[in-house]
């Protein structure tokens, strides 16, 4: 380029001057002059370098420090429960400063991480098929008695006493709510409002006393049922509003509960009888009753086996006849109620109107329907709080606020429903999040797990504890040494369990990788158990060894057995969480041609393995000399030849069955579907049966079920 410049400042020129300057300083090189660094330029970077390695070294010295932190936090925590168990152990739990903290709320963040895991157990929670009929392990005396040994499980008495729910507990924490003046309240101002409310109450009363009715009849007098239907033909409820003398109503409301406690649980009484003072009391009251003798009918209807079913009436009218608002003991006495009722549907449905899930009621604390936040700000910010809030259907409903009680109703709940990974996923979430769950909970998780052999369970909650630091840390801090020694050794059997047990030859990297665990983690974890393991007394420290030790011959074969029946129930599981998704997918909302091919699908596998269970049949008769093989082989050809009758096997059979829907036929009567029928109908044609459309193909399959 600098030569082209050159040339041209060469070329003779005529004598245009702005021409001859542009050409000569075009061609010239430009180059700036070098300069020395000031001062202040190095006095920067030197200064620069410094801090950065002050900031190192800063660094450094800082993770050290919290490490430190972190291990005197360990000591301090054992040294507490050391001090607990000196003490007599935990404080009582019916105490009031105990129920005090077991219904106060959660922090924001606390609430927030369970909100999000309640949704995630809602989105993924099985299909009801699978709750109602659980894959559950199969009566075995020696698995029993193998479980006693080897884990030293607890006993069926024992798990129905930890499973049963402390109602004097949620009992006293509704009377202590109750007693308190500052509770939120939704009550009504208006005469419409008043209206309403009666006609509730009302509604309520004649159902209660209609269930009462239906009851059988005993010989005990019922005098109050008579009086409570004297009052409702006279025209009561009349009640008056709270806000004219709102101490008054107050202990009105107090001494309503006591009076309707007392009727309940009175042993003398009848059925009628007992009804029939609850509802003339609610009929009689000068003030309307609020929510907390919601609250107080609940548990104590739930309390009596028999009595549960005028529960559900009070949940009813609270949910879809009623605008009071919850309290903080509500949600734990419905959560029970549907537990103890062994209602899943509706516990989960709970579950979902506190998480904001639910289009019909929600929570009951607050909604604003979606168009109210057109052009409205301030209910656009609240409404963009997802924290706290969530869009169901046409509306954005508030959660409902979390305390401790409720998440242990939640987790019992659960467990109850055999939903054991998703109750330990809840589980972790709590540990993780720093809400303190009693060892009564605690206890009753691992040994779910243990009595259930849950594979998919007890692999969940070991993942969890080895993929986040200090969890184990946590779950044991606080408690005594009785009982951190009782988790160590469930720890170990879950564990075994899973095949992780103290043999370092069976944790290979190829079975970790396959069940996603690091094996440096997994290790950390382990040192982690063992070194609170070495601080219990020698008297209360878990071996990791299950059983009878190293040496027995017999400790082995144990194991692996409940680690077969383990796996066993866990293929159970999945078989049963299949058939029901097949289920699901013959719904009318389906397109016909794919319900068509799945029936096909599911009646070609249910032939499948009516005809491996013949062969195993006719094995196990032919090994027992009841049969013999040419007998077996005879059956195999006969169920072979009865499928390809049917036309199953048949190609095109799809297309010929959507064909058909053009011109359908009501197809003929068809008599039982015995044996001899199938055969004159193969002599009267030879060919194999074609089907002309989905009638007559659900009659074939009907006649083909019953023949296997």
């Not at 380029?1 to 070329?11: E, Q, T, Y």
């Not at 869009?391 to 055999?418: C, D, K, T």
């Not at 199938?678 to 074939?700: C, G, I, S, T």
Request: charged share 30%.
């Amino acid at each position: 380029m600098k030569s082209l410049w050159s040339k041209a400042g060469r070329v003779h020129r005529r004598g245009c001057r702005a021409c001859s300057t542009l050409v000569h300083g075009a061609g010239r090189r430009v180059t700036a002059p070098r300069r020395r660094p000031t001062f202040a330029e190095l006095f920067t970077a030197a200064y620069s370098s410094v801090f950065a390695s002050a900031a190192i070294i800063d660094a450094v010295r800082k993770d050290e420090r919290m490490k430190d932190l972190d291990r005197q936090l360990e000591d301090v925590r054992l040294e507490l429960a050391d001090l607990r168990a000196q003490n007599g152990g935990p404080p009582d739990e019916l105490g009031p400063e105990s129920l005090q903290s077991s219904i106060s709320h959660l922090t924001d963040d606390q609430m927030d991480r369970l909100w999000r895991e309640l949704k995630k157990n809602y989105w993924r929670r099985p299909q009801f098929e699978e709750i109602h009929t659980p894959a559950t392990l199969g009566e075995s005396a020696l698995r029993e008695k193998v479980q006693l040994e080897l884990y030293r499980c607890p006993d069926e008495a024992s798990m129905e006493l930890l499973r049963r729910t402390n109602l004097e507990r949620l009992e006293k924490a509704i009377i202590l709510e109750e007693s308190e003046a500052a509770v939120p309240r939704r009550d009504p101002r208006t005469q419409r409002q008043m209206e309403r409310l009666n006609d509730s109450i009302l509604r309520l009363v004649q159902q209660m006393m209609y269930r009462a009715k239906a009851r059988p009849k005993d010989s005990l007098p019922s005098p109050s049922f008579d009086q409570a239907a004297k009052l409702l033909k006279d025209g009561f409820p009349r009640y008056s509003f709270r806000e004219t003398d709102p101490g008054r109503a107050h202990v009105n409301t107090k001494l309503l509960n006591q009076a309707n406690r007392a009727a309940i649980h009175n042993p003398d009484l009848g059925l009628k009888e007992k009804v029939g003072r609850v509802c003339y009391n609610l009929l009689i009251s000068s003030y309307p009753p609020d929510m907390h003798t919601f609250n107080t009918l609940i548990t104590a209807f739930d309390r009596h086996s028999g009595y549960r079913h005028f529960s559900e009436s009070v949940i009813f009218t609270f949910f879809h006849m009623s605008k009071f608002l919850p309290t903080l003991c509500t949600y734990p006495a419905i959560l029970h109620h549907y537990k103890v009722t062994a209602n899943h549907g509706r516990f989960l449905r709970v579950m979902a109107c506190i998480t904001g899930w639910d289009a019909i009621t929600g929570a009951k604390y607050k909604r604003r329907h979606i168009g109210e936040l057109e052009g409205n700000v301030p209910l656009q910010r609240w409404a963009l709080d997802t924290r706290k809030r969530s869009a169901a259907g046409e509306y954005v409903w508030e959660h409902a606020p979390l305390n401790r009680l409720m998440v242990e109703e939640i987790l019992s709940g659960l467990l109850q429903f055999h939903m054991f990974h998703h109750a330990v996923q809840f589980f972790t979430a709590c540990i993780g999040a720093g809400v303190y769950v009693s060892t009564r909970a605690v206890k009753q998780v691992l040994d779910e797990c243990l009595v259930a052999l849950d594979w998919k369970a007890a692999m969940r909650l070991i993942r969890q504890l080895v993929r986040r630091e200090n969890l184990w840390s946590s779950i044991l801090a606080g408690r005594d040494v009785e009982t951190i020694a009782y988790l160590t050794d469930r720890i170990y059997s879950l564990l075994d369990m899973v095949g992780l047990g103290y043999l370092r030859r069976h944790r290979t990297g190829r079975r970790l990788a396959n069940i996603r665990l690091s094996r440096r983690k997994l290790g950390v974890f382990l040192d982690e158990v063992s070194l609170w393991n070495k601080r219990l007394p020698d008297t209360l420290a878990a071996s990791p060894m299950r059983g009878d030790g190293k040496d027995s011959p017999y400790r082995g074969s144990r194991s692996r057995l409940l680690q077969m029946e383990s796996l066993d129930k866990e293929l159970v599981r999945v078989r049963k969480a299949i058939k029901a998704y097949e289920i699901r997918f013959l719904d009318p909302d389906m397109p016909m041609e794919f319900r068509i091919s799945m029936v096909m699908h599911i009646s070609a596998t249910a032939v499948d393995d009516a005809q491996r269970l013949g062969v195993e049949v006719s094995e196990a008769l032919e090994k027992t000399g009841l049969t013999t093989p040419k007998d077996a082989e005879e059956k195999t050809a006969a169920a072979n030849g009865t499928e390809m009758e049917l036309g199953l096997e048949t190609p095109g059979l799809i297309s010929e069955v959507v064909a058909g829907q053009q011109s359908r036929k009501p197809p003929a009567a068809m008599g039982p579907p015995t044996k001899q029928r199938h055969q004159q109908k193969k002599q009267e044609q030879e060919r194999p049966l074609r089907l002309r459309d989905y009638n007559d193909f659900v009659e074939a399959f009907a006649a083909r079920r019953a023949l296997v």
